[in-house]
């Protein structure tokens, strides 16, 4: 491991207290209204929110700590079904994209009722029943990372429309993300996976861009096996291909 990648898993690793002083606030609040005070039923709904994301948020920083392990070609496979897959992504990112949204996610018991919670949202899915809920054999958190990575693209440049859609042909499971906009010009068909490239967003975005989620997806793609095919052109919208070896 370089000074420079252990400098930075130290910095992630040093996330780990202030994240816990969050919760431990946020569930104080909750938790003990009789000597905080009594909460209103949005302040509740708000903090409960915080809870959500500051364990996402823990979340994340384990994964990271982990992908050290990976950077040496350990792959952690688990079997687990594409639905919980799909179902985690979307309310990690509704949370930030519409936490009203998030909440009937949650509540949604089957494909059809997930459906309906984001189609408001302009946001379509697209799987089989079969697949759906079929358990697939893989990494499950870099598999998670890539979906959470392109999904957040599309949210970040859509005009207003987000397709998702999955299949499994001949042992491979194929994820496709798109979104209509302003798309990507062929002459940056290359860049864009480059570390550090960032064209910014049509809409502008509490989420600051650093240009490391595509570098990010290719070299966990590139751990399984998997490519990413990349169709798109100025105003024409963007679609990723990903496809990953079961
Ligand atoms: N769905 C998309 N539609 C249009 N452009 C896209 C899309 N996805 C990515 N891009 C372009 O590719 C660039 C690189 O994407 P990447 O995910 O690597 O970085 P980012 O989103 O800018 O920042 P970060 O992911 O680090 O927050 C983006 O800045 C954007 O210009
Ligand atoms: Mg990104």
């Known amino acids: 491991m370089s000074d420079t990648t252990i400098k930075t ?6 996330l780990k207290v202030p994240i816990s002083v969050i919760d431990a606030g946020a569930k104080s609040l909750l938790n003990r209204q009789e000597s905080y005070g009594p909460l209103t039923e949005k302040q509740v ?32 496979l ?36 997930l459906e309906q919670a984001i189609q408001p949202n302009n946001t379509r899915l697209s799987f089989d029943p079969s697949v759906w809920k079929a ?15 392109l999904v957040i693209n599309a949210f970040k440049h859509r005009a207003s429309v987000v397709d998702i859609s999955g299949r499994i042909v001949e042992k491979q499971l194929i994820l496709n993300v798109s979104n209509d906009g302003r798309g990507i010009p062929l002459a940056d068909h290359q860049r864009i996976f480059e570390t550090y490239f960032t064209r910014g967003s049509s809409i502008e975005s509490a989420i600051r861009s650093h240009g490391l989620g595509l570098a990010g997806v290719m ?5 399984m096996g998997g490519v990413l095919k990349l169709n798109s052109d100025d105003g024409k919208g963007a679609e990723f291909i990903v496809t990953i070896p079961l």
Not at 96 to 111: G, H, L, Q, S, T
Request: charged letters at 35%.
């Open 135 to 149: 358990k697939v054999r893989l990494d499950e958190v870099k598999v998670r990372q890539i979906l959470r990575n």
């Open 78 to 113: 688990s079997d687990f079904p594409i639905s919980s897959l799909v179902t985690g992504v979307l309310m990690e990112i509704f949370d930030f994209v519409d936490p009203d949204v998030a909440e009937v996610i949650r509540k949604a018991r089957d494909y059809g009722e």
């Open 219 to 223: 070299v966990l793609l590139k751990d």
């Open 45 to 76: 709904k708000v903090l409960k929110r915080i809870i959500r994301n500051t364990l996402t948020t823990q979340r994340l920083v384990n994964d990271v700590l982990e992908l050290g392990r990976s950077r040496e070609g350990v792959m952690i």
């Open 9 to 14: 898993e130290i910095l992630i690793h040093d």
